[in-house]
């Protein structure tokens, strides 16, 4: 079995709880959703052998917090991406997970090899897309038997309906879930800021612990 991989890299990380932490990146080719903001252009892909790929991570002998695997959808390539965090994990390796949190039965298999899941929920009226409020659900409540976050991406087609279904979609299936905050990098940050303000209000009347964080890794320059 190969898996398809875009690229293997180390730097920090750029979003969300781990702000600053680093990583080895492992970023998956392919995704099952076409979100309007997405700013991950996967243009190609080399295939790996899970041996061959933990024979490069191994390559890498900075100390780093966890191995980042992303996409693209890692999900995806359910078979491949859990025979990796079986090697990792067995070697000490920890393992984080960021996806878009709508493929749960995949989730279900590779759980127990996980340590920390981002889980990005996406707002239909951010991303043009259909809603994705049961997948979101059945994805969140896997994802509750390790550590996990959920970030969203705020822009301004994002409708406080949409904001507040999914606090109440947060509270009631994974009540001490973080939610993170971030807004699209490339809008008016005025705007946004201003925006954000308003549904940080929303979080707390809805009790949902949260923060605002930018994407850090296009502010200073890095992958």
Same mark, same amino acid.
């Given at each position: 079995m190969k898996g398809r991989i875009?690229?293997? /890299?180390?730097?920090?990380?750029? *979003?969300?709880l781990y702000l600053g932490?680093?990583?080895? /990146?492992?970023?998956f080719y392919g995704c099952n959703l076409k979100c309007r903001f997405c700013d991950t252009k996967?243009?190609?892909f080399m295939e790996y052998e899970p041996e061959e790929l933990f024979? #490069?991570?191994?390559?890498?002998?900075?100390?780093? %917090?966890?191995?980042? /695997?992303?996409?693209?959808e890692p999900l995806l390539q359910k078979d491949f991406l859990k025979d990796i965090l079986k090697l990792t994990r067995k070697n000490n390796f920890k393992?984080?997970? #960021?996806?878009?949190?709508?493929? %749960?039965?995949?989730? #279900?298999?590779?759980?127990?090899?996980?340590?920390?899941?981002?889980?990005?929920?996406?707002l239909p009226s951010s991303t043009g897309l259909d809603d994705l409020w049961e997948e979101h659900r059945l994805f969140l409540k896997v994802a509750s038997q390790r550590e996990v976050f959920v970030k969203t991406v705020i822009c301004k087609e994002t409708s406080k309906e949409d904001f507040i279904r999914g606090l109440r979609?947060?509270? *009631?299936?994974?009540?001490e879930t973080v939610l993170v905050l971030q807004p699209d990098s490339n809008e008016d940050k005025d705007y946004l800021h201003d925006k954000l303000e308003t549904f940080k209000d929303f979080c707390r009347k809805e009790r949902v612990t949260h923060c605002a964080v930018e994407q850090i890794h296009k502010v200073i320059g890095v992958r």
């Open positions: 875009t690229e293997v /890299f180390d730097s920090i990380q750029g *979003e969300g932490e680093k990583q080895i /990146f492992v970023r996967l243009s190609g024979k #490069e991570l191994r390559l890498y002998r900075d100390r780093y %917090h966890s191995i980042s /695997f992303t996409g693209g393992n984080y997970l #960021e996806t878009n949190g709508t493929l %749960h039965k995949e989730l #279900e298999d590779v759980i127990d090899y996980v340590d920390i899941v981002a889980m990005d929920l996406k979609l947060i509270r *009631e299936n994974a009540q």
